[in-house]
């Protein structure tokens, strides 16, 4: 017997889950934060930021929100810091630190 998708918090005992549930189930990312597997964290430099965008649709998390035209600070409960955004980003404003 599965447990429902909809009623598993981080806080839900593993003994209760069927394996590989939280793969098994679309639409549940939101539900977790992923974030806490990363190893390493972008860092934004405002002050170089020109607002390009192009971080924002190669974030395979989408950490990145975009509202307005604007890119908002990264949702770090998501992002799991893959550095893709530091790499595409032409004027240096994201840096990769390591840690939490």
């Not at 860092?43 to 998390?61: F, G, H, T």
């Not at 955004?85 to 840690?99: D, Q």
Request: charged share 25%; hydrophobic share 30%.
């Amino acid at each position: 017997m599965r447990t429902d998708v909809t009623k598993i918090t981080e806080t839900s005992p593993y003994a209760e889950l069927t394996e590989g549930l939280k793969i098994y189930a679309g639409g549940t990312s939101k539900k977790f934060h992923t974030g806490e597997w990363r190893t390493s964290r972008p860092i934004m430099n405002w002050e170089k930021c020109k607002q390009c965008l192009l971080c924002a649709p190669v974030c395979p998390d989408s950490s990145i929100p975009v509202a307005d035209g604007k890119r908002g600070n990264f949702e770090m409960d998501y992002c799991k810091g893959c550095g893709i955004c530091a790499s595409v980003c032409p004027f240096g404003a994201i840096e990769m630190k390591e840690g939490q």
